[in-house]
């Protein structure tokens, strides 16, 4: 495999605090299970805020920025078992990966961390 593409991104958890209020934008950037997963958590800001900087993140990677049919809640990001982050891609945007990258065999690793004030997320994309 080779590389095809880096993302990385930085946000502010105060920031995403502030809009995980509002019902829209959480429907409109998270999945079901995102949701599910944030709202069981202790700190769900920090849990939105990764989740966020991982969807900016693989765009970036991806090469695209939030455009072209991308749609954030159809990016999402789980743990396995062990507690490792990945991505999944649901319905249109998996479409538009796969004719993107003309690849259907493709790689996508994941890292999250947040510390204080702040959440970031590296992607990296291997065909």
């Known amino acids: 495999m080779k590389l095809y593409g880096i993302g990385a991104d930085i946000i502010r958890i105060s920031r995403i605090s502030k809009s995980i209020k509002k019902k829209s934008f959480v429907n409109r950037l998270f999945n079901k299970d995102e ?3 944030c709202n069981k958590t202790k ?3 920090n849990c939105f805020a990764k989740r966020f900087a991982a969807k900016e993140a693989f765009s970036k990677a991806l090469g695209t920025g939030v455009a072209k049919g991308i749609n954030f ?3 999402v990001v789980l743990n396995e078992k062990n507690g490792k982050p ?4 649901i319905d249109k945007t998996k479409k538009i990966v ?6 259907k065999n493709y790689k996508i690793s994941l890292s999250l961390s947040d510390e204080d004030k702040y959440a970031v997320a590296f992607v990296t994309i291997f065909v």
Not at 86 to 89: A, D, F, H, S
Not at 98 to 103: A, D, I, Q, S, T
């Open 98 to 103: 796969v004719n993107k990258l003309k690849f």
């Open 35 to 37: 949701i599910i997963k």
């Open 73 to 75: 809640n159809e990016i």
């Open 86 to 89: 990945y991505i999944k891609l």
């Open 43 to 45: 700190n769900s800001a």
